[in-house]
């Protein structure tokens, strides 16, 4: 493999974990003010089918967009609703979404099956696209996908940089004390889950106009990102830069299976496609370790020198959900 | 006297449910320019309109029942088992498995078919038992061990397909080779349902209902779900309780896999699940996890699985709109119980 098609693959995997990476932070946001969004797998499904629907409609890339973020942000209303005000299992709301969307998309979406649509180019940064190596990657790719790297360190920047975000960090850990200095808890759950909704949103068209052009039903092959993306959620530990990697490691092996499929034909593609859910499986149980009981009786028994070291790695791997996650919020 | 009241008006928030999910679904078909009317009596003539349509409806609720009925153990114990989708795909490889195993052996046909099914019901376990390991001794949260545990079923199962046991010469999404008709499960007549199949669910509804109501296990089960910290503290081994309780639902959800292929396809195709995991949640969902339920809205969640087949073919719209009505149904019922709930603290 030559140089240049490593460069343009890596390429390809900054554009494909663009969407994961959207979608990721967006329900970053949501848990770490307390709400679980577990509708992410229908939305993305929907959304992406609503975006490329109004792009072929109105033949404009941005209205696309914006229908998706509309349609994200409307089923996280929902799930906002339902559990904030009417203190409903947030799981429970979050799945019957997950599943009614995505029959939604397919059920809406038959009129436009295979239609052609607008695609979404690259647009290269001038100065920077001409950096060896850098340029190539990172520089060449869609607005959206610049959006997303943007994404991350501003996402980053609110929750641990700026005041509303300490308070954000506040409504999702406790609460209740939160409330005490002011905060109004119900309305920043509200707010979070919302916005992250919208970011997820953008996730959809991102795929039907730009990484997997155009709409083709149950075989548009976005099912099952939504759940990838929430198991990033909990893998980056609720720390958007860790979540980023995440998405970017998910894209990097897939990328990687892809190559692999041509040499090792023997695999069939199925599995290799599917390669990277064991995976997902393995580092959650890596970064959950740490958390368990039998974890620590284990570490009781092992030697000083090596104790020590072992548990710098699993608490380096270890992730925390916020303490109030998925619980309502009563004021007393 | 304020029981009943009580329960009339949660009666009457259900039905404010369902007007909400059929207004619901009657905008979205006219947003596609259908004729409502039209779609609903389509889906109704479809699901009842001849015999051997009823018979199909039946052949759908016998998986619907059983993995429900599995579900609500999981459920009982405060377990979100998503990962029943694979647990039914592993059941119908273990049986397939069987079966290829005495294919060309002299050993009885019906001794062979309930060895197939038993061991679908330890295939369903196995993968329960996975999820489970992962939950209590390795932290993983069950949704997410149990949606990687879906993919890799599938991958398992389409791997199988186009690989060791596909079909001599054409390997393709039809599945595998038929199994000859001595190794069927005996159906009713020429319809597509068996008795055998019927019973069986009947068997699971029975059990399940007694198990939760009627027993100490189903009891501490409860406990365990209201709150692990206080039933460990109660003296319930509460971990134990979480595994059995999967290993319980794997059991249901293999015995469903199994069936599918011994009644219904009589080899593995790629989508033997079919999806009817995923509609065993939602449907203990919408009966608010009451075993004694089951059964009448397994069968409505059937009919309009069937009924839905004639929307492509008579409307051109796409079947998944049966899939939406259920997905709206309970959500509007959970909707409007808690705005019921809200509504009622209020007082």
Same mark, same amino acid.
């Given at each position: 493999m030559s140089g240049d098609v490593i460069l343009l693959g890596l390429a390809g995997v900054i554009a494909?974990? =663009?969407?994961?990476?959207? #979608?990721?932070?967006?329900?970053?946001?949501?848990?770490?003010?307390?709400?679980?969004?577990?509708?992410?797998?229908?939305?993305?499904?929907?959304? =992406?089918?609503?975006?490329?629907?109004?792009?072929?409609?109105t033949d404009s890339i941005f209205l696309g967009?914006? =229908?998706?973020?509309?349609?994200? #942000?409307?089923?996280?209303?929902?799930?906002?609703?339902?559990?904030?005000?009417?203190?409903?299992?947030?799981?429970?709301?979050?799945?019957?979404?997950?599943?009614?969307?995505?029959?939604?998309?397919?059920?809406?979406? @038959?009129?436009?099956?295979?239609?052609?649509?607008?695609?979404? $180019?690259?647009?290269?940064?001038?100065?920077?696209?001409?950096?060896?190596?850098?340029?190539? !990657? $990172?520089?060449?790719?869609?607005?959206?996908?610049? $959006?997303?790297?943007?994404?991350?360190?501003?996402?980053?920047?609110?929750?641990?940089?700026? %005041?509303?975000?300490?308070?954000?960090?506040?409504?999702?850990?406790?609460? =209740?004390?939160?409330?005490?200095?002011? #905060?109004? !808890?119900?309305?920043? %759950?509200?707010?979070?889950?919302i916005l992250g909704g919208a970011l997820v949103g953008l996730a959809g068209p991102l795929y039907t106009l730009s990484v997997k052009p155009g709409w083709k039903g149950t075989i548009t092959g976005l099912d099952g990102i939504g759940w990838i993306a929430l198991a990033i959620t909990i893998f980056g530990g609720w720390n958007p830069i860790r979540v980023a990697f995440g998405?970017?490691?998910?894209? $990097?092996?897939?990328?990687?299976?892809?190559?692999?499929?041509?040499?090792?034909?023997?695999?069939?593609?199925? !599995?290799?496609?599917?390669?990277?859910?064991?995976?997902?499986?393995?580092?959650?149980?890596?970064? @959950?370790?740490? @958390?368990?009981?039998?974890?620590?009786?284990?570490? #009781?028994?092992?030697?000083?020198?090596?104790? @020590?070291? !072992?548990?710098?790695?699993?608490?380096?791997?270890?992730s925390q959900p916020p303490a109030a996650l998925g619980t309502p919020f009563e004021r007393q | 006297m304020k029981q009943a009241q009580s329960r009339s008006l949660s009666a009457l928030f259900q039905i404010g449910g369902l007007i909400l999910a059929f207004g619901f679904v009657t905008i979205i078909l006219l947003l596609v320019d259908a004729d409502p009317i039209e779609a609903f009596r389509l889906i109704w003539q479809g699901a009842v309109g001849n015999s051997s349509r009823i018979a199909s409806v039946l052949v759908v609720w016998v998986p619907?029942?059983?993995?429900?009925?599995?579900?609500?153990?999981?459920?009982?114990?405060?377990?979100? *088992?998503?990962?029943?989708?694979?647990?039914?795909?592993?059941?119908? /490889?273990?049986?397939?498995?069987?079966?290829?195993?005495?294919?060309?052996?002299?050993?009885?046909?019906?001794f062979v078919i309930i060895l197939? /099914?038993?061991?679908?019901?330890?295939?369903?376990?196995?993968?329960?038992?996975?999820?489970?390991?992962?939950?209590?001794?390795?932290?993983?949260?069950?949704?997410?061990?149990?949606?990687?545990? *879906?993919?890799?079923?599938?991958?398992?199962n389409i791997g199988l397909i186009f690989g060791a046991w596909s079909r001599p010469?054409?390997?393709?999404?039809?599945?595998?080779?038929?199994?000859?008709?001595?190794?069927?499960?005996?159906?009713?007549? *020429?319809?597509?349902?068996?008795?055998?199949?019927?019973?069986?669910?009947? /068997?699971?509804?029975?059990?399940?209902?007694?198990?939760?109501?009627?027993?100490?296990f189903g009891l501490r089960l409860k406990a365990v779900g209201k709150g692990i910290k206080s039933a460990f503290r109660l003296g319930i081994p509460t971990w134990q309780h979480m595994m059995l309780s999967f290993l319980i639902c794997g059991l249901f959800a293999g015995l469903a896999g199994a069936l599918q292929v011994v009644a219904v396809y009589h080899r593995l195709i790629p989508a033997i699940s079919s999806g009817y995991g995923f509609m065993g949640l939602m449907i203990a969902m919408l009966i608010n996890y009451q075993a004694i339920w089951v059964a009448p809205i397994a069968l409505f969640f059937a009919a309009l699985n069937i009924g839905g087949i004639q929307l492509p073919i008579v409307m051109k719209l796409d079947s998944t709109l049966s899939g939406v009505l259920q997905g709206s149904l309970v959500l509007f019922i959970l909707l409007m119980q808690g705005v019921k709930q809200r509504v009622l603290g209020k007082q």
């Open positions: 494909s974990g =663009a969407p994961i990476v959207l #979608a990721a932070i967006g329900e970053t946001l949501s848990e770490r003010a307390g709400v679980i969004n577990l509708s992410l797998n229908g939305l993305i499904i929907l959304s =992406a089918m609503t975006g490329f629907w109004v792009a072929i409609e967009f914006l =229908a998706g973020a509309l349609v994200g #942000a409307l089923v996280s209303t929902i799930v906002a609703f339902s559990s904030i005000t009417l203190k409903q299992s947030q799981v429970a709301v979050g799945f019957i979404l997950t599943i009614t969307c995505r029959d939604l998309a397919y059920f809406l979406g @038959n009129p436009i099956m295979g239609r052609q649509g607008p695609i979404m $180019f690259s647009t290269p940064i001038p100065l920077l696209r001409e950096i060896p190596i850098v340029g190539p !990657v $990172f520089f060449q790719q869609s607005l959206m996908s610049y $959006f997303s790297m943007f994404l991350i360190f501003l996402a980053w920047f609110w929750i641990s940089k700026t %005041r509303p975000g300490l308070m954000l960090q506040g409504i999702g850990e406790k609460p =209740a004390a939160a409330f005490v200095r002011g #905060a109004n !808890v119900l309305r920043m %759950r509200y707010f979070y889950t998405a970017y490691l998910f894209a $990097f092996l897939q990328w990687l299976g892809l190559v692999l499929q041509s040499t090792w034909t023997f695999i069939p593609s199925q !599995v290799l496609q599917v390669a990277p859910f064991p995976l997902m499986i393995l580092t959650l149980l890596l970064v @959950n370790l740490g @958390n368990t009981e039998w974890m620590e009786r284990l570490l #009781a028994t092992l030697p000083d020198g090596i104790r @020590n070291w !072992v548990r710098k790695l699993i608490r380096s791997l270890r | 619907l029942a059983l993995v429900t009925c599995g579900v609500l153990v999981t459920f009982t114990a405060g377990l979100w *088992n998503i990962g029943i989708e694979g647990q039914i795909t592993l059941g119908a /490889i273990f049986t397939t498995g069987v079966i290829r195993l005495f294919l060309d052996t002299p050993v009885s046909p019906v197939s /099914i038993l061991a679908g019901m330890v295939g369903g376990a196995i993968w329960a038992a996975l999820a489970g390991v992962l939950k209590v001794f390795g932290g993983v949260n069950e949704i997410f061990g149990g949606l990687g545990l *879906n993919f890799i079923a599938t991958a398992l010469g054409v390997a393709s999404m039809s599945g595998t080779e038929p199994f000859p008709e001595i190794y069927w499960l005996p159906t009713f007549q *020429n319809f597509r349902f068996s008795w055998y199949s019927i019973l069986l669910s009947v /068997i699971g509804l029975v059990v399940i209902y007694f198990l939760l109501q009627g027993t100490h």
